[in-house]
């Protein structure tokens, strides 16, 4: 596996060594060796290291809730461990979830009393702005300070509400926006419904960008229905015009798959949702993600939403036309067709002409495999080749 994230990944993040229950076992001591175990994995690598988190509601120390107070927790227990773990793991951290899964989930302690009543200690954002103040006071001047949470991105009330909440931060803890970030965590599923579309991605990121704010794909795994190729061919496209989004806006700087194969997974591994498999080996959406990275490279333009199917993503065959996205705009686009639909070279269809950066060959593709004029067929991966110049 250390092979796979040399070659595949840049970035790194702690799935549990940098939470509250690892960095503070008892009140005031600071214990990061586990998280800083992780950043300094990254930094031998060559890659750069995110924080998650400082404050969740689950993971706790057993200290906690303990006889904590209202005023204790706000003055007192949630600055100092906040400033304890962001100092302690210095500069080099590209961005931090100051607060992970606050919105709407009913299980908001340590802002609950510790007598199973459900009695709210604190009945305002108090805890947050002292959490966000802490941050923006120890954090460095290039770190991000975000909210995490999951079910958002799509045009619904619990996006809104992280807006919401961060406009308070701006307000009442005094953070600029600049500094502020949206962690969108991705948990979601390969079916109709369960994902947000790529035009809703880009639009929340788009308002972001408005305030001066970034956004983050933080948690990204997509979990599989079934282990039929069409569905692994889903999964791909989802992966792709998630990644799509975020490269292509201006403000989108970090794409964190959550766990890096499906036996390793916190969704166990029949959800099948990370980009390899149980023994290690790329899936579909593996090569998704390195074809439409490779795409932006090359300076070529936004694939369409490919994961909403032909009915929201049209590209007229031969040339260079128009897509109808979502939203009902149309946006000038080379012709392709998404990588998911391909394997290695083989078994396409002579007598018709890709244009170029269009799909031209593959393991099962049905399409053209003949180039235009100027670029030859080149295999990127064995599940997608490519007319290039």
């Known amino acids: 596996m ?11 993040v702690a799935e549990n060594g940098c939470k509250w229950q690892s960095t503070e076992p008892s009140r005031g001591t600071s214990s990061l060796t586990a998280c800083l175990g992780v950043q300094s994995y990254a930094t031998a690598r060559g890659a750069s290291f995110r924080g998650h988190n400082t404050f969740w509601h689950s993971q706790l120390p057993s200290w906690l809730p303990g006889s904590v107070t209202a ?19 210095g500069s080099n951290v590209t961005s931090w ?3 992970n899964e606050i919105v709407g989930d009913g299980n908001d302690w340590p802002t609950k009393a510790s007598d199973g009543s459900g009695t709210n200690l604190v009945t305002d954002l108090s805890f947050v702005h002292a959490a966000f103040s802490t941050a923006l006071k120890y954090a460095s001047a290039d770190t991000r300070l975000a909210l995490n949470d999951y079910n958002t991105g799509g045009n619904d009330a619990k996006t ?13 803890a005094a953070v600029p926006y600049d500094r502020l970030a949206v962690g969108f965590q991705s948990h979601i599923t390969a079916a109709p419904g369960q994902f947000s579309s790529k035009s809703a991605l880009a639009a929340n990121f788009a308002k972001l960008a408005a305030l001066g704010a970034d956004a983050l794909i933080t948690e990204l795994d997509i979990k599989l229905n079934s282990a039929s190729s069409a569905d692994e061919r889903y999964q791909a ?25 499906d036996d390793l997974s916190w969704i166990g591994a029949a959800g099948a949702g990370t980009l390899f498999d ?15 990275l490779q795409r932006y490279a090359s300076g070529a333009d936004e694939l369409c939403a490919t994961a909403l199917g032909t009915a ?9 036309g128009t897509t109808t996205t979502a939203t009902g705009t149309t946006t000038t686009v080379k012709t392709t067709t998404t990588a998911t639909t391909s394997t290695a070279a083989g078994g396409g269809s002579t007598g ?37 110049p």
């Open 71 to 89: 005023s204790d927790l706000v003055t007192n227990v949630i600055p100092q461990h906040v400033q304890q773990e962001i100092q302690g793991m």
């Open 2 to 12: 250390t092979n796979v994230y040399n070659t595949f990944f840049n970035h790194m």
């Open 352 to 388: 018709c002409v890709s244009a170029e950066w269009g799909q031209c060959g593959g393991m099962g593709w049905t399409g053209c495999t003949a180039c235009a004029s100027g670029t030859t067929c080149q295999v990127s991966n064995p599940y997608y080749s490519q007319c290039l």
């Open 237 to 261: 496209a989802i992966w792709g015009d998630y990644l799509d989004a975020c490269l292509y806006a201006a403000n989108c700087f970090e794409f964190i798959n959550w766990d890096a194969r």
């Open 278 to 292: 149980t023994n290690g080996n790329a899936k579909p959406a593996a090569y998704e993600v390195a074809a439409r």
């Open 312 to 320: 929201q993503c049209t590209v007229p065959a031969g040339g260079a």
């Open 160 to 172: 809104a509400c992280m807006f919401a909440v961060l406009a308070d931060i701006n307000a009442n």
């Open 97 to 99: 979830d100051v607060m």
